[in-house]
């Protein structure tokens, strides 16, 4: 079965600073996996996503993650984190033989100006 | 382009009452996603609708229904509502397929008291 398990459920980055989210990933099968932010009382923005093509996926607001098979994982990261960036991110795995997906609990960013 | 959109907003309802939520997709978007979004517990999966069926069902107990219409709209129904279901419930719609990320409503706050 797929999972996704984002470690830290709160990080927080200086304003400039760079932001490293993890997720790692478990899955029997090649798998899609995507990261979402959500914003305080919005629902969630799709950021980007891993469909097996490049391994380094560029996203939306200068975000990127990389997948790493051997490492399991899917990392989101960004150079310099700015204030609009406060927000939850979620990294989702979609499910094998269905379009529904998976997210982790997700991990709350902070900026600290 | 119209987003997704939910209805309403926010919802009361007393412990035993049915609740209703409604979602309408992207157009051109068949398949629609329900989640369900309490506090602490991150996103949990309820249901997928697909060009008017139920394709996959998350674990949640028989009292979470929904259904589909020919336009791709969708309801989301709880019956018997009970104090845990207060959370934020969310609508996605995507064209289907895996490798498309899903559009996220805005949700509809479920209060149970």
């Known amino acids: 079965a797929q999972s996704v398990t984002q470690l830290g459920s709160h990080v927080s980055v200086s304003e400039g600073a760079l932001v490293l989210l993890r997720c790692n990933y478990s899955?029997?099968?090649?798998?899609?996996l995507f990261w979402y932010v959500q914003y305080p009382n919005q629902g969630l923005q799709l950021l980007l996503k891993?469909?097996?093509?490049?391994?380094l996926v560029k996203g939306i607001n200068g975000f990127e993650a990389e997948f790493k098979k051997s490492e399991t994982s899917f990392h989101l990261t960004k150079p310099s984190a700015h204030m609009s960036d406060a927000a939850e991110y979620f990294c989702?795995?979609?499910?094998?033989?269905?379009?529904?997906?998976?997210f982790g609990t997700g991990t709350r960013l902070t900026v600290i100006p | 382009e119209a987003g997704v959109t939910q209805s309403p907003t926010h919802l009361i309802k007393t412990r035993g009452q049915q609740a209703t939520l409604r979602c309408s997709p992207i157009?051109?978007?068949?398949?629609v996603y329900w989640y369900q979004q309490a506090l602490g517990l991150g996103l949990q999966f309820l249901l997928w609708?697909?060009?008017?069926?139920?394709?996959n069902r998350g674990n949640f107990p028989p009292r979470f229904s929904g259904r589909q219409f020919p336009n791709y709209s969708s309801e989301l129904n709880v019956n018997a509502l009970e104090l845990e279901d207060s959370a934020l419930y969310l609508c996605?719609?995507?064209?289907?397929?895996?490798?498309?990320?899903?559009?996220f409503g805005s949700g509809t706050r479920l209060t149970v008291v």
């Open positions: 996605a719609s995507s064209p289907g397929g895996p490798n498309y990320g899903y559009t």
């Open positions: 989702a795995v979609r499910q094998t033989g269905a379009n529904n997906l998976f």
């Open positions: 609708y697909d060009e008017g069926e139920e394709r």
């Open positions: 157009s051109g978007h068949t398949s």
């Open positions: 891993y469909t097996s093509a490049a391994t």
């Open positions: 899955s029997s099968v090649p798998p899609y």
